[in-house]
């Protein structure tokens, strides 16, 4: 059973840093990208950064220099590091494993940002 558990959202002040955590299990985590995503009401989930089997980064354009992705791959477990934090911010963040044939979901963390 595949399962992906995000932790770490909440309620934070501006200016402060988060760790999201994604906890992955049920199929070989080593082998697939790993991204995360965020949503606002009334808006398309967006992608924020993704990290591929080997370790490549890449990150949306409004988040660099911000937002870090990392993964354990001994731990099954993806993060998503963010600094400054500001009001736009505010999202349910969801966590994504892609594979060459499948796609995978977690249920989403709430993160809001204000003072």
């Known amino acids: 059973q595949v399962q992906l558990v995000e932790s770490g959202g909440g309620l934070v002040q501006p200016g402060g840093s988060l760790r999201l955590s994604c906890a992955a299990s049920?199929?070989?985590?080593?082998?697939?990208?790993m991204r995360w995503f965020r949503q606002t009401p009334g808006k398309e989930r967006d992608l924020v950064a993704s990290?591929?089997?080997?370790?490549?980064?890449l990150y949306a354009d409004s988040v660099k220099g911000r937002f870090t992705i990392s993964r354990d791959n001994a731990k099954n477990t993806v993060y998503l590091q963010i600094n400054s934090l500001k009001p736009e911010v505010t999202a349910v963040y969801y966590c994504n494993a892609r594979g060459n044939t499948d796609n995978f979901w977690g249920q989403g963390t709430q993160v809001t940002v204000s003072s």
């Open positions: 049920g199929f070989t985590f080593s082998q697939y990208a």
């Open positions: 990290i591929s089997s080997l370790g490549i980064t």
